[in-house]
Every structure is written in structure tokens, then in C-alpha cells.
């Protein structure tokens, strides 16, 4: 069974500053997909970022970029430039794509970011 | 475009009775469809997912069920509710055909079982 790892349950970082939030996942599958979700306080699940496995180049969304690093299974989510909306729980989530995603989500316990004025 | 309605956003129930929450999607056909459950600190935990109409898979055992009476309709019931019942509850959608396999999701319902 696939598990993903956030071994981080809370992060602080300055207003306007980077920050690198940690995952890491467990499958024996070659092809999959990796995501970041924001879980603001009202509790809306928005995803901010993907990344398929086949692909080397890791993904960027305006300040969000990945480190993807598929050898040692692990997906960290950079935050450049820290904004005080960032404020959230960060989720890791894996599927499979053998299940054409289909199978749904595994996702990690969650980060939670704080953004310090 | 595509949207995702859920409710009720709020349920306070009894143990022992029973539960219905529903979720729709509009815009979209044959999407697959999910309900997942978020304790409270905890990540989201797939309960059922749906690939069709009729067509349930179960990831937990327990005393939840669901059913998809038509093919943009998404049920989450229960006969008799248990305290450990409580929690967040999301549904979500991805496109059925495709690889873009992210889930977008509806609104949650908190439930509080007492």
C-alpha cells in the first residue's frame, strides 16, 4: 500500500521569506502523480501544485515550485516570497496511475503553515 | 465550468440515528467520485470512491455506506451513527476519462455526533 509522510506538523516563517515544506511517499509503482493541497481555515481543499512522475523537470506555479526527487520518493513544496493568505494546512497527496487516478488520494497528515506578520 | 455542491455544511446528530449527506456535480460527465473523512489533526482518509453509476468501492470497513443513484449524484449514509462518526466529511470529483487526475472538492460537511 502507498504512504506518504509529512514529517513536519507545523511550520513558522516570516512574512515575504521562503519556506520548504518536507514530503516523502512509499510505492512500487513507476507511474503516478504527486500534488500539494492548501487547506485554508475555511476548510476549502485547493490544490496548488501537481507533478507527474514521468516527467524530470520539476513543477512551478507562480511562487510554488516542487523538488521532486523520484529516486528518494520524496516531493517537497518550496514557498517563495511568504504571504500572510499562505497561511494553511499543506497536504501531500499520491495516486497511482495505473488507476488512471480513479482509486483516488493518499494523502500525508498535513503541514500547518504559519505566516509571522 | 465545473462545480461541486455539498451539504449540509453542519449536522449535529444523536448516536444511533441515521445520516444522509449529498453531494452533485455540475458541468461534467461520468466523473469519478469520492468521499473522504478528516479527523480532527489528521489527513484525509478515503472512505468510497465511485467510477459509475451503481459502481461503489470501499476503502474502510465501517458502518458508513454510500450509493450513486445517478451519475452526477453521490450519497454517504449510515443507518445508526457512532460517536467515532464525527468528523470532517468531503466529497470530491475527478474526470472520469483522462489523466488529469487531480480532485477538486466540495465545501465539507462537519459532522458532530453526541
Known amino acids: 500500500a502507498q504512504t506518504v509522510t509529512q514529517s513536519q506538523p507545523e511550520m513558522s516563517v516570516q512574512e515575504a521569506e521562503t519556506v520548504t515544506l518536507s514530503c516523502t511517499y512509499d510505492?512500487?509503482?513507476?507511474?503516478?502523480?504527486l500534488f500539494w493541497y492548501k487547506q485554508p481555515p475555511s476548510r476549502q481543499m485547493i490544490l496548488v501544485i501537481r507533478?507527474?512522475?514521468?516527467?524530470?523537470q520539476n513543477a512551478t506555479e507562480n511562487r510554488f515550485s516542487v523538488n521532486f526527487q523520484k529516486a528518494a520518493k520524496s516531493f517537497s513544496l518550496k514557498i517563495s516570497d511568504s504571504q500572510l493568505g499562505d497561511a494553511a494546512m499543506y497536504f501531500c497527496?499520491?495516486?497511482?496511475?495505473?488507476?488512471?487516478?480513479?482509486?483516488?488520494?493518499?494523502f500525508g497528515k498535513g503541514t500547518h503553515l504559519i505566516i509571522q506578520p | 465550468s465545473q462545480t461541486i455542491h455539498q451539504w449540509p455544511a453542519t449536522l449535529v446528530q444523536p448516536v444511533g440515528s441515521p445520516l444522509s449527506l449529498e453531494c452533485t456535480v455540475e458541468?461534467?460527465?461520468?466523473?469519478?467520485l469520492y468521499w473522504y473523512r478528516q479527523a480532527a489533526g489528521r489527513g484525509l482518509q478515503l472512505l468510497f470512491y465511485?467510477?459509475?453509476?451503481?459502481?461503489i468501492s470501499s476503502e474502510v470497513p465501517q458502518n458508513l455506506s454510500a450509493s450513486r443513484p445517478q451519475d452526477r449524484q453521490f450519497i454517504l449514509s449510515s443507518k445508526k451513527l457512532l460517536l467515532s462518526d464525527s468528523g470532517f466529511y468531503l466529497c470530491?470529483?475527478?474526470?472520469?476519462?483522462?489523466?488529469?487526475?487531480?480532485?477538486?472538492f466540495g465545501q465539507g460537511t462537519r459532522l458532530t455526533v453526541v
Open positions: 507533478q507527474e512522475a514521468y516527467k524530470q
Open positions: 497527496a499520491y495516486t497511482s496511475y495505473s488507476g488512471g487516478g480513479a482509486d483516488g488520494l493518499t
Open positions: 510505492t512500487s509503482e513507476s507511474d503516478y502523480y
Open positions: 470530491a470529483w475527478s474526470p472520469g476519462m483522462g489523466v488529469n487526475t487531480e480532485a477538486f
Open positions: 465511485s467510477v459509475g453509476i451503481g459502481q
Open positions: 458541468g461534467t460527465s461520468n466523473p469519478n
